[in-house]
């Protein structure tokens, strides 16, 4: 199945069937890259979409636009839909483009499993906003708390196509976790040693071994979901003498290191963008690696934070408040580092470096009411209230995505051979800058001043009208934001400048090549003798012009979409309750994976 | 880090290069934007702010966030200062020179590490000491309560009296109030935020509250953990009385009440309605000494409560139409389902309930 360098160039332009065909097949990292990229970012506009219809519907108080049904099922779709379908994989796309190529290698460990992780995410993403087509989309928010979520409280499948649509989506995620430490782990260029690395590398290596601890866990809470729903087991029912809480323990012991899942690739691609266009190293390289990886650890050991309210009793409360502050500390640490970095540089301002500085300024905001409600007795009062949305808001749009459009404006030359248009782009970036703020920072009041979370209308007696309509305002500005962005998409795809290898001066190797890259990354592989590739005197080997030999690179195959479409096939088998289909979709499963692994791999 | 110490040679970039324009102006315009968003927040009436408690619970959360706050507002000021700071010192001009290539300082980690610290140590000592003191143990002689969560209402019991309502909580002024909730169905979440932080209420556990009221009044609250459906219509209200008025409220209460026979007019024919089999009302709801139905509110003195439904409607002849002639469409998904009635008989309905006081 491998593909010689000569052979592969032909076949792609063959005919449209053969160049759709060669992306469904494809274990090339970089369409994979693109794939999720593309289909991530549609996914993030749905999102959006359904967050300004939530807007929409608390311009005023007492609004009647969309019922209370339609509202509670947009809320918890706008954030499954942004943790596990936009941000996350959004993520993914940079891990799956940039990571394989900032290590000086040809592909992932496991391309085929690459391409399963992506067509299994696709497939879930699908499977469950397939829920909207047949008016019954989960409604019980993306925490799903239980007894809600039992069948006496939601007897429709609302519930059922979230909790097997989550466990769908966390095969991908688990099976790119994999992926991703091995590839990070064994596939280094030599000399590219651990401390070596690109921040970004480090900060998805860490990601992923949260991914991999942290999603087991959600999956057991999801299969006990799924017993009790399909089989009539009692894990959360009460009345049976089973515990809401345990689902409140096992989702949150998944949820707070979600959480650093999301923001921590952001961080690393500002660790990256902020050296390039300041002109100097990262400051503290080594204490930044170490504060990211401290993160990851802390992350563990703070999820009862989430359930203050629930009153686990004082000394639980008081441990958790103080493991929780001390996340402050290393998130506060990369801070200053960054600053540091910024500090004596010679910085441009690129839209690109716009983003990383927009992700620092609203970041702190976002850490500093973070650190208000560690604290037990005055969480209180915020939590369950607009003060968290505005709270999280900044830190994962503030925060995690402010970094990926950072990114996309970092990476997108390589990706794309052109530059995005730089005008274009700061309109972008203020709109966005000034919306966010605009939609967000009213919330922190709306919250003190006593709106809960989650009510599809309020009383007018609340005096909260105008500062919603203020958010609600702001949210638009957002979305012209992004229209903004598409606009310059369109724009750049045919007329943007060319980009040649290395259009920002960037130290790290993915800058080494041209862009976009070859199918096999390097015409030879590098030695690394430096953490800035590029920018050290004799950091590198250099590239020949041309490899001096056929490279193999991994080939097509169609079976990790046809084990995904199995998977799916199962999922959906079970939400109309045919067993026939369950067993169907597990041999289509079985099959493609035995036939995968006896796949000849090289030709 | 020796290894690190050469200087390194960027690749030297061509690309037209611009400067930010009027970055420091909007940053401003949102400064303002917000400043107006504070004066607006401070001046208005708001019913469930967390920021004007009037109970010690409320309080000594309210004088902890404060401090929290200050602490916030101080590092906010210091680090976003840093941030502008460099970014306007140190965007490239024409002629800057090459930056030198600095990789760390011991020292700065260390300082920079240290300072969040100890402004921890700042906020984390009076939390612990707040938490201790806000855990829901009332003192001796507190008024005990019990809460049950519905979707969607509140009931209150007090043993004390033997008495039973819902959705508004009598409490008297300057005494500790002790409550001890539970949820009949899923979870919910007991707030008043003039009286203090909110606590879940779960199924098949108990959960606690204390606070005592320092000022008479209304004060409103809501559900604050999400429970399906009417989730937005769980309102309640806690209702600090004066001693002598909550006395009056109490024996009220504890009163029976009046006899359908010495009703007269459209309140008798209500009455009659309400203990009709056919049209449902008493296969739910309590009044004491007539109907023994416990699915929904005990109505027994449902006249002398301010509003209905879960405080989504005041209580009087056009909100009590309204909600029987309509309850799932005033509030989704309510189990009160719509019973066929005519005008008339809503309005002898509703009379009657009236009477109830």
């Known amino acids: ?603 | 880090m020796a290894r690190f110490q050469r200087q390194y040679v960027p690749r030297v970039n061509n690309a037209p290069r611009k400067h930010p324009h009027g970055a420091a102006r909007s940053a401003a315009a949102v400064v303002l934007a917000a400043a107006v968003l504070v004066v607006s927040a401070c001046a208005g009436e708001f019913p469930q702010s967390t920021l004007h408690p009037t109970a010690d619970f409320g309080e000594r959360i309210d004088a902890l966030y404060r401090t929290i706050f200050w602490w916030a507002v101080g590092v906010f000021v210091v680090v976003e200062a840093a941030l502008l700071f460099v970014i306007l010192r140190y965007r490239e001009r024409p002629g800057s020179a090459e930056p030198r290539h600095v990789h760390g300082s011991t020292l700065l980690e260390i300082a920079w590490t240290l300072a969040p610290a100890v402004v921890l140590v700042f906020i984390a000592v009076p939390t612990i000491r707040t938490i201790f003191q806000t855990d829901g143990t009332a003192p001796e002689g507190a008024l005990e309560v019990e809460v049950i969560g519905h979707q969607w209402w509140w009931e209150f019991r007090y043993p004390e009296y033997g008495i039973t309502t819902a959705n508004e909580m009598h409490v008297p002024q300057g005494r500790p109030v002790a409550l001890s909730m539970t949820s009949a169905d899923v979870i919910h979440s007991f707030w008043v935020p003039k009286m203090g932080g909110k606590r879940d209420v779960l199924p098949r556990r108990t959960t606690r509250l204390a606070f005592t009221p320092d000022s008479v009044g209304d004060f409103s609250g809501q559900c604050a953990e999400f429970c399906g459906a009417s989730h937005a219509n769980m309102r309640l209200r806690v209702m600090v009385d004066g001693e002598g008025d909550f006395a009056a409220w109490v024996t009220r209460q504890q009163s029976l009440p009046v006899v359908s026979e010495s009703l007269t007019g459209l309140a008798r024919q209500g009455a009659e309605l309400f203990a009709n089999p056919a049209k449902l009302c008493f296969g739910c709801h309590i009044v004491e000494g007539i109907s023994p139905g416990v699915l929904g509110p005990n109505l027994t003195h449902v006249g002398g409560r301010t509003t209905i439904a879960s405080g989504i409607l005041p209580n009087t002849t056009e909100g009590l139409t309204r909600w029987i002639r309509d309850p799932i469409g005033e509030k989704p998904g309510s189990l009160m389902p719509q019973v066929p009635l005519t005008e008339d008989e809503i309005a002898a309905l509703v009379a009657y309930l009236q009477s109830l006081d």
């Open chain 1, 1 to 603: 199945m491998a593909t010689s360098l000569a052979h592969d160039a032909s076949t792609v332009r063959d005919s449209l069937m053969a160049r759709i065909w060669s992306w469904v097949t494809t274990t090339d990292h970089k369409r994979i890259g693109i794939l999720y990229g593309v289909t991530a970012f549609l996914l993030f506009l749905l999102g959006g979409l359904e967050a300004l219809i939530i807007r929409l519907q608390l311009a005023s108080s007492g609004n009647t636009l969309v019922s209370a049904e339609t509202y509670n099922e947009l809320f918890t779709m706008h954030g499954t839909t942004m943790v596990f379908m936009a941000v996350m994989p959004l993520s993914a796309a940079f891990f799956n483009f940039v990571v394989p190529l900032q290590i000086g290698a040809r592909d992932v460990a496991f391309p085929r499993l690459n391409a399963f992780s992506y067509w299994v995410f696709l497939l879930g993403s699908l499977f469950m906003n397939a829920s909207f087509l047949i008016g019954a989309a989960p409604n019980a928010g993306w925490f799903g708390y239980a007894n809600l979520t039992a069948t006496q409280y939601s007897p429709g499948v609302n519930i059922d196509f979230w909790v097997l649509g989550l466990q769908i989506l966390g095969i991908a995620s688990i099976a790119a976790g994999i992926n991703f430490i091995a590839t990070i782990v064994n596939m280094r260029a030599p000399g590219l040693r651990m401390m070596r690395l690109p921040v970004f590398t480090w900060m998805t290596l860490v990601t992923q071994f949260i991914v991999v601890t942290a999603f087991p866990v959600i999956t057991v809470a999801l299969v006990f979901l799924m017993f009790d729903r399909f089989f009539g087991t009692n894990f959360y029912s009460v009345a049976a003498g089973g515990d809401v809480l345990l689902w409140q323990h096992l989702f949150w012991l998944f949820g707070h290191p979600e959480v650093y899942i999301l923001i921590l690739p952001a961080m690393g691609i500002i660790s990256e963008v902020i050296p390039t266009f300041s002109r100097k190293p990262l400051f503290g390289y080594a204490v930044v690696v170490y504060s990211g990886l401290l993160i990851g650890i802390l992350g563990w050991g703070v999820w009862a934070h989430h359930m203050f309210q629930v009153g686990l009793g004082p000394v639980a409360d008081s441990v958790f408040a103080a493991t929780t502050m001390l996340i402050a500390i290393p998130t506060g640490v990369k801070i200053f580092n960054w600053i540091a970095t910024m500090w004596g540089g010679k910085i441009r301002f690129t839209t690109s470096m716009l983003f990383a500085v927009g992700f620092i300024a609203m970041f702190i905001i976002g850490g500093l009411s973070g650190v208000m409600h560690s604290s037990p007795p005055a969480d209180l009062q915020q939590t369950d209230t607009y003060f968290v949305v505005a709270h999280f808001h900044y830190v994962l749009f503030g925060g995690a995505m402010l970094g990926i459009f950072a990114g996309i404006y970092y990476w997108w030359p390589k990706v794309t051979g052109r530059l995005l248009s730089e005008p274009i782009g700061k309109v972008h970036f203020w709109l966005t800058i000034v919306g966010s703020n605009l939609a967000f920072f009213p919330m922190h009041f709306i919250g003190l001043l006593g709106m809960p979370r989650r009510i599809y209308t309020y009383d007018p007696a609340l005096g909260l009208d105008d500062m919603n309509l203020v958010a609600t305002v702001g949210a638009f500005i957002m979305g012209l934001g992004a229209l903004v962005f598409l606009v310059n998409v369109w724009y750049s795809r045919k007329r943007g400048a060319p980009a040649g290898d290395n259009p920002w001066g960037g130290a790290t190797l993915e800058w080494a090549i041209p862009s976009p890259p070859p199918v096999y990354n390097f015409t030879a592989l590098p030695e690394v003798r430096s953490r800035v590739p590029l920018w050290a005197k004799d950091g590198m080997t250099p590239l020949p012009e041309s490899p001096s030999e056929d490279i193999h690179v991994p080939g097509g195959s169609f079976w990790p979409v046809l084990a995904a479409v199995g998977i799916v096939l199962m999922a959906i088998g079970a939400l109309i309750k045919v067993l026939p289909v369950v067993l169907g979709g597990g041999v289509v499963l079985i099959v493609s994976v035995y036939a995968w692994a006896f796949e000849p791999f090289e030709v």
